[in-house]
């Protein structure tokens, strides 16, 4: 029995095949990139296609004298009180000789 050679004669590339397909990952990253320039461009041309809407205004009023003090005054009514308490409380029972604060001063 003798050992068939044709096997190991190079054989022609077939012509007719299937073409070649990309991988998921190379499809993926085109993807991304397609969607990358598309919304790049929707960014540039946003303003263009919506234009800002013209908004009516009205002129500022200044006020002077009494009316003045009055708007002053109700400005202030919306400050807060100061969150932190700025009284000091021992931790311990006892008296307390000295309170050393920030910056070497005691009180």
């Known amino acids: 029995m003798s050992p068939d050679l044709d096997l190991l004669k190079p054989q022609a590339v077939a012509t007719a095949s299937a073409p070649a397909r990309r991988s998921s990952s190379a499809t993926l990253v085109a993807g991304v990139l397609v969607l990358g320039a598309l919304a790049w461009a929707f960014m540039l041309l946003k303003p263009s296609i919506f234009p800002a ?9 200044v006020e002077m004298g ?16 100061h969150p932190i308490s700025e009284g000091v409380r021992p931790q311990v029972g006892g008296t307390g000789v000295s309170i050393d604060g920030v910056g070497g001063q005691t009180g």
Do not use: H, L, M, S
């Open 66 to 81: 009494a009316a003045r003090a009055w708007g002053a005054g109700q400005a202030c009514r919306g400050i807060e009180p």
């Open 53 to 61: 809407r013209r908004v009516e205004t009205v002129a500022v009023r």
